[in-house]
């Protein structure tokens, strides 16, 4: 297994971590959220690192190209669902932002089935980063006014993105679609 695959699988399994941290699942540990914090954000940042390896180096495998994007939706996915646990952000905006990663990890599976790699929009990595940088925001929960405008700002950031990359995806890859007769 080569690094990038190496780094992915480490940032798969500081999932687990992050999640016992953040819903203070040790009780009496002090600043377990912002230790938690600190996780997502160097979990966040390994997807930079592995990407920026396996292209530089020409790493990149199928295993890679499959746990990757996987890792990085389960990181968020965790986070998200923990927002609603904690009245963060209302559910609605978590399905939406949630359906549309099955909606285009479908869509994948039907376009690889088809012979067709769909790789990452700028949409999407625009969405990823709205979302990484809400999910920071708030983890932290930094009790200010600053910060409550600055989540809020990002949380509909994250939703609107999430819409439009899901548009995007459908509309340039809409032949995917389409029977073959």
């Known amino acids: 297994m080569n690094l990038p695959n190496k780094i992915t699988i480490i940032r798969v ?46 790493l990149v495998t199928n295993f890679g190209k499959f746990m990757d994007p996987l890792a990085d939706k389960l990181l968020v996915s965790a986070a998200l669902i923990c927002f609603v646990e904690f009245k963060l952000v209302p559910a609605w905006i978590i399905i939406i932002i949630i359906s549309r990663e099955f909606i285009i990890s479908g869509f994948r599976l039907v376009a690889a089935d088809n012979g067709v790699v769909i790789a990452a929009s700028y949409w999407g990595k625009f969405k990823t980063t709205a979302q990484m940088i809400m999910s920071i925001l708030l983890i932290f929960n930094i009790q200010n006014d600053i910060f409550y405008i600055l989540e809020q700002i990002f949380i509909y950031l994250s939703l609107i993105l999430t819409v439009i990359s899901l548009g995007d995806y459908l509309f340039k890859n ?8």
């Open 13 to 58: 399994c500081m999932i687990p971590l992050f999640l016992i941290l953040y819903l203070n699942l040790i009780p009496g540990l002090p600043y377990s959220n912002i230790i938690a914090g600190i996780i997502f954000i160097l979990a966040s940042l390994t997807d930079a690192l592995d990407g920026h390896i396996a292209r530089k180096h020409n």
């Open 174 to 181: 809409k032949n995917v679609l389409k029977e073959n007769k």
